[in-house]
């Protein structure tokens, strides 16, 4: 009845979306508009004076520090979700990256030093998600800043080269598709919701135009185009790299030659004038 793909979905996302709303009600007091609330509160104060979770009551002396009871259930729930997102990750590598060592069997490399290839693959994974993730909070909070809401469609071009280079580091960095296609995703919904940052809607139509545009050129033409330019750099910067490595050296080595024969005049010099103070003091 069902297709394979829904259900891995809703198996894979039931678990995730469950344990987001047990966070959102025991930490936050709420489940989007509907209120959770353990303890009732009619403070002046409002929602930033009031206890409403059993979390509420775990605090610092309020007579050492101001409690914002807002701003202290804002961050325990994105703490909380930082932790449930890291444990999702790491148990989506352990299901997609297997260890397949037999057991009892310790890899080695070719110098004798230890070698779990798996359990090096998964880092490799998360240290990739991890740094793409602080690049997609940075995207996301330069697009409520106002330098992207006044230029808001050119800014969404600019991100969209941004886009394509970052796939192509990703293609380095983690070079399986099935493990490229969640990043690759990911980044491409965090900029698909930065066109929210534009300061009206008409600015977000020409954003979003010039994006479809600009994915419309880029597959059939610049793709080819990046792959031959993206070739030839990687190419020619190692010889680049190499021969700027040896200028720099050969420069250096100057410099040290051309400081030892002034040192070498310097110590004759001294030499010859103490010679001299020595004839005149006979």
């Known amino acids: 009845m069902y297709s394979p793909a829904a259900y891995g979905v809703v198996l894979g996302l039931g678990p995730i979306i469950i344990g987001n709303a ?9 489940l989007m508009s509907i209120e959770t609330h353990l303890f009732s509160c009619n403070d002046p104060g409002g929602d930033s ?9 775990i605090m610092d002396n309020p007579n050492n520090v101001n ?5 202290l259930r804002t961050g325990r729930c994105g703490s909380a979700f930082l932790v449930m997102g890291g444990y999702v990750t790491i148990v989506s590598l352990l299901i997609l990256v297997p260890d397949k060592n037999e057991v009892g069997k310790v890899s080695e490399a070719y110098d004798g030093n230890i070698w779990e290839y798996f359990i090096w693959k998964r880092s490799n994974i ?3 998600a991890v740094f793409l ?32 280079v970052v ?5 380095k960095s983690v070079s399986e598709a099935l493990m490229l296609s969640p990043l690759q995703v990911s980044f491409a919904v965090v900029l698909g919701l930065t066109g929210f940052g534009a300061a009206n809607f008409l600015d977000f139509l020409q954003g979003y135009f010039i994006d479809v545009g600009i994915t419309m050129f880029e ?3 610049f793709d080819s185009v990046f792959e031959v330019v993206q070739g030839a750099y990687e190419d020619y910067f190692p010889k680049i790299s190499r021969a700027f490595a040896k200028w720099v050296d050969i420069k250096d080595d100057e410099e040290d030659i051309k400081k030892d024969e002034d040192e070498d005049d310097e110590n004759n010099d001294l030499e010859a004038a103490a010679e001299e103070e020595a004839k005149n003091s006979d």
């Open 49 to 57: 004076a009031c206890i409403y979770t059993l979390f509420d009551l």
């Open 67 to 71: 409690i914002d009871y807002v701003v």
């Open 219 to 221: 597959r059939p033409y």
């Open 167 to 171: 796939e192509g580091e990703l293609e």
């Open 126 to 128: 998360m240290f990739t």
């Open 22 to 30: 047990i966070i959102t009600v025991l930490i936050a007091g709420h």
């Open 133 to 164: 993730m602080f690049f997609e909070l940075a995207t996301i909070q330069f697009s409520f800043s106002d330098i992207y809401g006044n230029n808001a469609w050119v800014m969404m071009g600019v991100f969209k080269v941004v886009e394509i």
